[in-house]
């Protein structure tokens, strides 16, 4: 296929957003509008939306002559036979799972413009050089389960099975459900081991909202990511004692939520000062009256920057500072706004998560650049292939393409949500912003086709 006729394929818009819109009848969330798609969405992993959904994605794509599997995670495999089918398909796909309050692009676009770009190679009778394959990846989110990107992880190698199918369900809380006992109730405990050496990938490309305000910003169409910051996750529990609110002076209280917050302010002091991000999205406290001061807090804590080595600081400065702030020390000016305590707490941390920064495949990039400059009009800057049109950018958020990298090129696609909003119902992304992500998407994965058949 010449160059000519790569930049000349488009998929059909209106097509793309009756997927996203149809599916997201499955598991709708909060209103943020008045309009019957201004609602955000609440599909949960391995919920009864969540399997209407994939019931939609094996049908759809089977009924485009895919050949569909799905493994021991639940990861669905679609694959479109090329003209050699003795190599790996390149994959496209995201994931179809939300967050409980979450909006209508985060990852479904991902999955619904690799459908489209089946329908589309469908529509135009073009034949790849080798398959190529459209996945939705199991709880990528997280929340459910809580292991984000923990199906892709398995499919890595770097998460056992074991421990996968063994999460318990946090949401609803009284919920007593695994991944394995979801995954046999729904009908998705596929026989195909979850592994990179069972379902190889030549190559990755992921489609995604930005879930940050840059394009939107900077008026930018498409963001080429070239890797994802790295993070660590930590749980932070500190023991204080219980107390009468009223009859316990304050230098005499080990007041431990006192002292989380302490430490919550100090974190985000040390992360501002060295370029990092820090964030606390789960607290819990006892015994939880109004009259007795908490003796007992546990409080997650989310470290992220573009660099290893600077997460690794941050993590060394926060532990630094706890331990000060539970001794009663004034780090980092914390004890300037209340009055110290002669009680000390205690501080432990465990270690939930860690994800190194990601760097993807520069074949992989170069396809997603030149399919966005012919989108966009071309022009470049500094010789990178950049025009006004788009930008080079580092994911601010963890993805399944981190796990996939590890195994194969991978690359990923940002397009603008309105606002930088994500993981909320107002999440949104025009359908000129979608359609030109699905364009985006279809043409990098051609490209990178035929650069396999060059090799």
């Not at 989310?302 to 500072?321: F, G, H, N, Y």
Request: net charge negative; glycine share 10%.
């Amino acid at each position: 296929m010449s160059h000519e006729q790569l930049a000349s394929i488009k998929i059909n818009q209106d097509r793309l957003m009756n997927d996203i819109h149809t599916t997201c009848e499955w598991g709708k969330g909060e209103p943020w509008g008045d309009g019957p798609t201004e609602t955000g969405m609440s599909r949960l992993s391995l919920s009864d939306t969540d399997k209407q959904a994939r019931d939609w994605f094996a049908e759809t794509t089977t009924s485009l002559g895919c050949k569909v599997h799905t493994d021991q995670m639940g990861n669905q495999f679609a694959i479109r036979p090329g003209l050699s089918n003795d190599e790996p398909p390149t994959y496209a796909g995201s994931h179809l799972d939300t967050q409980p309050t979450g909006g209508r692009y985060d990852g479904i676009l991902g999955v619904t413009a690799a459908v489209e770009m089946l329908r589309t190679l469908n529509d135009n009778w073009i034949e790849t050089n080798y398959p190529v394959g459209v996945v939705n990846w199991t709880n990528e989110e997280g929340a459910r389960f809580p292991m984000s990107m923990v199906s892709s992880g398995v499919w890595a190698g770097s998460v056992p099975l074991e421990k996968a199918h063994n999460l318990k369900s946090v949401i609803p809380s009284n919920d007593t459900a695994t991944m394995k006992s979801e995954l046999e109730r729904i009908g998705y405990l596929g026989k195909v081991p979850a592994s990179y050496k069972s379902t190889p990938m030549a190559a990755h490309f992921e489609l995604h909202i930005e879930q940050g305000p840059i394009l939107e910003a900077e008026n930018r169409r498409v963001g080429v990511v070239q890797g994802v910051q790295a993070y660590k996750w930590f749980t932070v529990t500190v023991r204080g004692r219980d107390s009468h609110t009223g009859a316990t002076s304050f230098q005499h209280r080990a007041d431990a939520l006192l002292t989380s917050a302490k430490m919550i302010l100090a974190s985000h002091k040390i992360a501002t000062r060295h370029k990092a991000l820090a964030s606390t999205g789960i607290l819990g406290l006892k015994p939880g009256s109004t009259n007795t001061v908490p003796g007992f807090v546990k409080f997650s804590l989310d470290i992220r920057a573009p660099l290893d080595e600077t997460v690794e600081a941050v993590e060394k400065d926060c532990r630094q500072a706890f331990e000060a702030i539970a001794a009663g020390e004034n780090a980092y000016g914390v004890n300037d706004l209340c009055h110290p305590s002669d009680r000390q707490c205690s501080v432990e941390w465990v270690t939930d998560f860690v994800s190194p920064a990601t760097h993807f495949h520069d074949d992989c990039i170069s396809c997603v650049q030149q399919a966005g400059s012919d989108l966009c009009g071309g022009g470049e800057v500094n010789g990178k292939g950049i025009g006004a049109w788009g930008k080079l950018m580092t994911s601010g958020a963890g993805h399944d393409s981190v796990y996939t990298n590890k195994h194969c090129p991978t690359s990923m696609i940002f397009v603008p949500c309105r606002d930088g909003v994500s993981h909320n119902p107002a999440e949104y992304s025009s359908p000129d912003q979608c359609g030109d992500g699905a364009n985006v998407l279809m043409g990098a994965v051609l490209r990178y086709d035929r650069l396999r058949g060059q090799r």
